[in-house]
């Protein structure tokens, strides 16, 4: 293999004696050296969400924007691994040269200052109607693809610099690939907490500016100690015949180990941060996790065993099973864990609880793979090799997650398939060892891709008529007992667990008669009842009517629901502006959903829609599907591309009323909240109009934001919390919460007289959101305390 295993690898090195006046301070080479690569670990971490969160605008704060920013990241690290590799290899070993080395590097480090301080590259405007992904990898590499290339390289290149040294700790540098990532976790987990809610973004890009200039003076320091370091302990690092260079296989295996928990990570922070908001809150989260399985397992002595890893990485991926399917599992869960079932699968869970799950099965699963990467990492020689072969795997995995299974897939069907994987990447045998099991073990993968061709291909197999809800759970039980058989037996388990997850996803989306991803999410149109509704992500965007109690077609203008219907929050605020505005009025909506608003209109009123995602588009204007626009308003315009750009063009004063509802699956676009963005709402709006911001939100309280961001343009904000229509329930008729925004209070007409519009007050103790400030973390406690 030529691969030197902790188990029983030798990675020692020929002793080494220095003289005295050859020797560096042994204390301050390493104290050097690690804090170069910590800080030059916390500047590149940093910058990630920090430059990220200045993009975000461009796109209508979509979570996808983060998972294709990570693809950037990786790719960028592959390319600074590679130059380190090869400025190693060719430069310091084949070459002989420490001066050149040291040279090369730091010219690299200097020309990268002239693109600070950071900001977006000038030219990069609008982003296209189509190939956002590539777009948005063309705006990170004009802006910042210099200074994060030449960061990239430094881990790498400094651990094989303090590989050349005398220090008794250079015989195994890869503890300093751990104390890279401590500084990694530490900028990541520091960002959302202690920098985002107090320091602007203007002021974090020029603190961040003055760590790089210190971190070219710790690597000039770095360069120092190297040069005057012994040239014969270079020369036994570097001695070809110590070690046999690692093979093909090797590589290779590096790769996958490296690439799923890579995917994994892609997919589980879009998930999340799709329920909530595209936030680096939600970001960090995930990654700061990535890294620490880093940390865990190239420490010296790992805190987490990984036989320990290995052996309960079963148990966590079926908790993560049972909790994606809830209901089958919940009567044979409450058998082993009693009054805690209630905990993990109450359809009602917090936030806090499902991401806690998702999160902590990402974690079991990357610290498995990266503790295999560990297990079997080469000789310190081979280092930039092996650091080289990871990050490549790495970026592998981020252009599987972010960039084709958006194109490959209707639904979010890579997440199911890269827990499989993770169960693939076990150490062991991939079938059992005992042969009388095979061919149940055969039969049992027939079954298994007989299942997953009738999910991908047949969905309609799984409909109630044929397959019921009752036949799923017994399947799935069985299917849990099946696995007790080939606990210790890869592919089977995986098989198992892809089935359940497949068949799960075909009985829940039966009834779904379209599903369209793109850039922006995966938007669902669904039949219930007499009802068709759309769905993004988790949370209902608008719905229709289409039979009556008799079952009979429904024709005609359709009939507002949701938040929309007669009496609604939403309505009153258009009875407002119509009582103050004499004849005619002109609004805008931010956010098409089905167009449901276009049947407020009446026949001399102008409306205009903002809606920045086509899939969007093409569903709201099928007459087949909804019937919102052609039925009230067939020629509405719709203008595509992010409203705070598409907004900003249109003429000031031209609109009495702007209802922002742009929300995705309760992912707040940030950018729509804050001080410039209502600073330019009402540049829009006539004399005597309202800014209409529908603000309900499962996770987050943004009413308080709504009435700072107004004062701070000397606004005024009223509130309807709203409440159930008429008392009781009316099928998807909903009470949602609607701040109103006007300059003056005789605007309001009669919201200003009613009870259920009650005057907001900004809170001094909260700061007005702007383009350089937002505070995710107190919305959330906030609405956790119900304020």
Known sequence: MGISELSGGDTTQPTITATPEASVPRASLLATFAAAIFVSAALLFMVQPMFTKMVL?????????????????????LAGYAYAHLL??????????????????????????????????????????????????????ASIGLPFFALAANSPLLQAWFARTD?????????????????????????????????????????????????????????????????????????????????????????????????????????????VAAVPLLWVAPLALYLLTFVIVFARRPIIPHRLVVAL???????????????????????????????LFDPTKTIVRLVSVHVLVFFVCALMCHGELARTRPAPKYLTAFYLWMSAGGVIGGIAAALLAPHVFTWVAEYPILIALAVLCRPGRLIPD?????????????????????????????????FTVTGFNRIVVALLLVTVLFWRAALPFAAIVAVILFVNHGVLEQAATVSVRSFFGVAKVTDDGGYRLLQHGTTLHGGQRIRDADGQPVTGRPEMLLYYYDGSAIAQTFDAVRSTIDGPIRYAVIGLGTGTLACRAEPEDTVHYYEIDPAIIRLARDPSIFTFL???????????????????????????????????????????LTREAMAIYLSKLSPHGIVAMHVSNRHLELASVVAGIAAANGAITRVNDGADPDETYQPYKYAGTVAAVARREEDFGPLA??????????????????????DIVGALMRQLRGD
């Open 630 to 672: 052609s039925e009230c308003r067939p020629n509405t315009p719709v203008i595509l591309g992010d409203a705070r750009l598409t907004l900003a063009e249109a003429p000031d004063g031209v609109y009495d009323l702007i209802i922002v509802d742009a929300f995705t699956s309760d992912a707040v676009p940030v950018h729509l």
């Open 434 to 466: 005992d042969p009388r099991w095979r061919y149940p073990l055969f039969g049992l993968l027939a079954v298994a891709a007989a299942f997953l061709i009738v999910c991908t291909f047949y969905p309609e197999m799984l409909y109630p008529e044929v």
């Open 313 to 343: 990485q079963p148990l966590f991926v079926i908790l993560l099973v049972g909790v994606i399917i809830v209901d089958p599992l919940k009567s044979v869960f409450s058998t082993f864990l009693g009054s805690w079932t209630e905990w």
């Open 753 to 774: 007289l009613s009870r259920d519009w009650e005057l907001k007050e900004p809170d001094p103790g909260q700061w007005a959101w702007t383009d350089d400030y937002s």
């Open 88 to 141: 190693t290899r060719y430069v310091l070993v084949r070459h002989e040269s420490v001066r050149g080395a040291i040279g090369i590097h730091l010219a690299v480090m200097l020309v990268a200052c002239f693109a600070l301080p950071l900001s977006i590259a000038a030219g990069w405007g609008q982003p296209p109607d189509a190939g956002e992904a590539f777009w948005l990898i063309g705006l990170f590499t």
């Open 167 to 275: 220090h008794p700790a250079a015989k195994d540098p890869y503890f300093l690939y751990a104390a890279s990532n401590v500084g990694s976790f530490l900028a990541l987990v520091s960002y959302p907490v202690a920098v985002e809610p107090f320091v602007r973004l203007g002021d974090q890009t020029r603190f961040w500016s003055i760590g790089f200039y210190v971190l070219i003076a710790l690597i000039a320091g770095g360069g120092v100690l190297l040069w005057r370091s012994p040239a014969n302990v270079a020369a036994a690092v570097d001695d070809e015949t110590a070690d046999a260079p690692p093979s093909w296989r090797d590589a290779a295996f590096w790769m996958a180990q490296a690439a799923v928990p890579s995917a994994l990570l892609v997919a589980v922070t879009a998930h999340i941060s799709t329920d």
């Open 57 to 77: 605008p461009r796109f209508g704060g979509a979570p996808s924007v983060w998972s294709v920013a990570i693809v950037f990241f990786q790719a960028a690290l």
